[in-house]
T-cell receptor, first 117, second 114 residues
């Protein structure tokens, strides 16, 4: 069983630029979520994809967008970068069953550290 | 809205001391509750979970009980080790979202010395 992987590990961008972060979900999982973790804070939910469609979104502006591919890999795109976008971006995958109640364990990747200057 | 409040850190203990990290929550409905741990330079790992009131989650000597009447899910361990040094996050499933979204607390840093 392979774990969740993310690339790149670190990234430095300039304000106003665009960035794409990548995630490879754990084998067999059908859902991927993205979280933003600012320094010294807990992760904040950005959005989630289930079967290639967005099915949940946190309080983040539209310049944060994503994709999920048929092989359950995923991308997070951020346009018009701002200094406050500097954070650790975490990807998490899980196996979601719409008819089953909550309690889903999410498997997190190691994250991508984004620095915006 | 839904939220999680954790005790402020850092928590500094000697090896073999008793650990309690307090966590309380605000939520509509009956969310599942989780504790995640983050070691330096790594992503989050699930430590334990509870899906309904009075459930006790346990793993690696850590325990937490889902207390609906006090809306709490405090993390405890009877004897901590240096290897337990990490950041601990309490989280709940966000029932206002479809799927598996989680709401996290701010985290509590635990430092254990020998």
């Amino acid at each position: 069983e392979t774990g969740v992987t993310q690339s790149p590990t670190h990234l430095i961008k300039t304000r106003g630029q665009q960035v794409t972060l990548r995630c490879s979900s754990q084998s067999g999982h059908n859902t991927v979520s993205w979280y933003q973790q600012a320094l010294g804070q807990g992760p904040q939910f950005i959005f989630q994809y289930y079967r290639e469609e967005e099915n949940g979104r946190g309080n983040f502006p539209p310049r944060f967008s994503g994709l999920q591919f048929p092989n359950y890999s995923s991308e997070l795109n951020v346009n018009a970068l701002e200094l406050d976008d500097s954070a650790l971006y975490l990807c998490a995958s899980s196996l979601y069953v719409t008819s089953a109640p909550g309690g889903y364990e999410q498997y997190f990747g190691p994250g991508t550290r984004l620095t915006v200057t | 809205g839904n939220s999680v409040t954790q005790m402020e850190g850092p928590v500094t203990l000697s090896e073999e001391a008793f650990l309690t990290i307090n966590c309380t929550y605000t939520a509509t409905g009956y969310p599942s509750l989780f504790w995640y741990v983050q070691y330096p330079g790594e992503g989050l790992q699930l430590l334990l979970k509870a899906t309904k009131a009075d459930d006790k989650g346990s793993n690696k000597g850590f325990e937490a009980t889902y207390r609906k009447e006090t809306t709490s899910f405090h993390l405890e361990k009877g004897s901590v080790q240096v290897s337990d040094s990490a950041v601990y996050f309490c989280a709940l499933s966000d029932l206002d979202q479809a799927g598996t979204a989680l709401i996290f607390g701010k985290g509590t840093t635990l430092s254990v010395s020998s």
